[in-house]
């Protein structure tokens, strides 16, 4: 066994016994925030300048890390690769040592558990090459550049936060003519390594996991020991990652994807009896998730009257029942009655005529049980029409009462 492979298996050994267990890598890992010092040892196949007439070489690559940032790190490597000369077939060798920079890119995963995670990550610097080809030593400048990945090993509960990492790169080193192979200024290599990435704790380990929630169902991961509650936005029993009807009235009766089964719907306003504060809302009112009336203002053409009076017609009737109704039985309710015209006739009269007609829908709800202190009222004319007079279709739209529903 050659000295330099005596020294490298040295370096790597020292490297195992330093990685405490609790260490962590920043760059193996998801924690962010960390300052992690770490150290690589990698085997190296070397594709060499065919300038120099040699084989491709091999070797090994020792590495010392710091992660300054979540995806940032500053490396300085030394790389050692001998090559059997053509001529004689005795060694040339080259050892670099540079400092890199390298940005990874977070950690990706496969929808499939039987591909490992990975990270990948750029890297590129600058430093120094001493080398010996045909018996002649130099030292060059050099610069690098390179790609990789960083896949996490873990091995059931074991994870040290240990990586193996894959890794090419081009070496660039200025010859300057002054040594072999001549007349060559620039002698570019290419390098392929895989090794292991080893972190360094140095006095500080993992971040704390997080508290685990506040639940009453959980569920632990065994191999982490993660926990996770099963959420239940509306208490209806059914988790949301299978709840089809996320918004259920609490106390609503739900089938097994959180809707709500057939428990009647008195009112028809969208929600159940069962859960319903509110049963007896008119037709056409928005209302909340307990069916209660929100503030709102709609417009009712099918409240009509008698032509040029303020006459309310049976089919108005009917539909004011409604409304007396729901305004009875939702107390922190008021309305404004607005009423208007179309413009056929003088605008005074009618100006006069739509506020007699608010004040007649106002005295007929008072008559059905509506406390006068809730009804207030007012008249438009044709001054707020909502469509064209041109045509009697537009006319019929514009004659039409508005309630303003306003919450106290």
């Given at each position: 066994m050659t000295t330099q492979i005596r020294n490298w298996l040295s370096l790597l050994g020292c490297a195992v016994v330093l990685a405490a267990p609790q260490a962590m890598a920043l760059s193996a890992g998801d924690q962010q925030g960390e300052k992690e010092f770490y150290l690589g040892a990698f085997g190296a196949y070397e594709i060499g300048d065919g300038q120099r007439e040699s084989k491709n070489g091999y070797g090994f690559q020792g590495t010392a890390g710091w992660a300054y940032n979540d995806n940032s790190s500053l490396e300085l490597s030394f790389l050692g690769v001998g090559r059997k000369r053509d001529l004689d077939g005795r060694k040339d060798y080259l050892n670099a040592l540079m400092l890199n920079y390298v940005r990874d890119f977070g950690m990706y995963e496969f929808a499939t558990p039987l591909l490992p995670r990975f990270k990948p990550y750029v890297l590129t610097g600058g430093g120094a090459v001493l080398e010996d080809v045909r018996g002649d030593s130099h030292f060059h400048p050099a610069i690098n550049i390179g790609t990789g990945l960083l896949i996490p090993l873990r091995f059931g509960s074991w994870d040290w936060g240990w990586g193996l990492r894959t890794e090419v790169k081009g070496l660039v080193q200025y010859n300057a003519k002054d040594s072999a192979p001549a007349n060559e200024n620039f002698l570019v290599d290419f390098q392929a390594l895989v090794g292991l990435h080893i972190p360094l704790s140095f006095g500080h380990s993992r971040k704390p996991a997080p508290p685990p929630a506040d639940c009453a169902v959980a569920v632990v991961d065994p191999v982490t020991g993660r926990q996770d509650c099963l959420a239940d936005s509306d208490h209806d029993g059914v988790q949301d990652a299978k709840d089809q009807c996320p918004d259920t009235v609490a106390g609503t009766v739900v089938n097994e994807v959180g809707c709500a089964v057939d428990n009647g719907d008195a009112d028809h306003?969208?929600?159940?009896?069962?859960?319903?504060?509110?049963?007896?809302?008119?037709?056409?009112?928005?209302?909340?998730?307990?069916?209660?009336?929100?503030?709102?203002?709609?417009?009712?053409?099918?409240?009509?009257?008698?032509?040029?009076?303020?006459?309310?017609?049976?089919?108005?009737?009917?539909?004011?029942?409604?409304?007396?109704?729901a305004l009875s039985g939702q107390g922190n309710i008021k309305a404004e009655i607005a009423g208007h015209t179309d413009n056929v006739g003088s605008p005074a009269f009618n100006m006069t005529l739509s506020k007699q007609r608010a004040a007649a829908v106002r005295e007929y709800l008072i008559s059905k049980g509506v406390a006068g202190n809730l009804l207030s009222t007012t008249g438009y004319g044709q001054e707020q029409p909502i469509a064209s007079n041109d045509d009697e279709a537009g006319r019929a739209l514009n004659r039409r009462v508005d309630f303003r529903i306003v919450l106290e």
């Open positions: 306003d969208g929600v159940p009896d069962i859960g319903d504060q509110c049963p007896n809302t008119a037709a056409g009112l928005a209302v909340d998730g307990q069916g209660c009336a929100v503030e709102q203002t709609i417009s009712l053409q099918s409240v009509t009257f008698e032509t040029a009076s303020a006459v309310l017609t049976g089919q108005a009737t009917n539909v004011l029942d409604g409304f007396a109704r």
